[in-house]
């Protein structure tokens, strides 16, 4: 039992350092870019942004989506740093900082990056699919590609290697929801600029996360420390 906590407990640190991280990244990044894209959003809907809200309220506003981000992220990075924590316990554990590196950089490509390919990071006003169908979709690509990436590094054989590549690209054969070509006001660039924003995000915060679960999994101060 006391292992267990002690896991959660290292987890949790983990997790609210790279969502910390993740979160502020995300405020001084995306955060303008999406309130930018939400004034084309009310554009379209004959609307000004002025119209919507006065200043002062708009202000309440912020901080509130700012609060929001902040939880929000420590909440998922506490949720991934305990996954990952668990999968790399059964695989051998995460011994030294740099192993901690490889399981960031691994969780960035499951659960950013490839996904993104086949739905990328979506602004207010953008044509999107249901909701749920790309829910499912996202779940499926993450999963298949965490499992592709454990299975293909820990068994090494021909076989492994297919079933790998089987499941990397299953959700791509089958196809990320879409809808059909929708008129948007939101430029193309900004956009793009959302989209990098986004995996730029994720990829420090992932590291960061990673290399915290590693060193403190392996560094005899913090084992002093919790037993």
């Known amino acids: 039992m006391a292992y267990f906590q002690r896991l959660f407990f290292l987890a949790l640190v983990a997790g609210v350092v790279g969502g910390v991280i993740a979160s502020t990244l995300n405020i001084a990044i995306n955060v303008p870019t999406i309130m930018e894209a939400e004034v084309f959003e009310h554009v379209a809907e004959h609307q000004t942004a002025a119209d919507q809200a006065p200043h002062e309220h708009k202000h309440v506003s912020v901080v509130r989506r700012n609060l929001i981000t902040l939880a929000a992220m420590v909440l998922a990075f506490v949720g991934y740093a305990f996954l990952v924590s668990v999968v790399a316990e059964v695989g051998g554990g995460l011994r030294t900082w740099s192993s901690g590196l490889l399981w960031g950089m691994g969780g960035f490509l499951a659960f950013n990056l490839v996904p993104a390919i086949g739905l990328p990071p979506e602004l207010p006003g953008m044509p999107a699919a249901d909701l749920g169908e790309r829910q499912l979709w996202w779940l499926c690509c993450a999963f298949g590609t965490a499992g592709a990436m454990l299975l293909?590094?820990?068994?090494r054989n021909a076989a492994a290697y297919v079933?790998?590549?089987?499941?990397?690209?299953a959700p791509f054969l089958f196809g990320a929801p879409t809808v059909d070509d929708v008129?948007?006001?939101v430029p193309e660039e900004l956009q793009r600029h959302f989209v990098?924003?986004?995996?730029?995000?994720?990829?420090?915060?992932?590291?960061?996360?990673?290399?915290m679960l590693?060193?403190?999994?392996?560094?005899?101060?913090y084992r002093a420390v919790l037993g």
Not at 163 to 169: H, K, R
Not at 197 to 211: D, E, F, I, R
Not at 215 to 221: E, I
């Open 183 to 185: 008129a948007t006001l």
């Open 163 to 169: 079933a790998s590549l089987v499941l990397l690209a």
């Open 214 to 221: 590693g060193v403190l999994r392996s560094g005899n101060r």
């Open 152 to 155: 293909a590094t820990n068994v």
């Open 196 to 211: 990098l924003g986004t995996l730029a995000a994720g990829l420090v915060a992932w590291v960061a996360m990673g290399v």
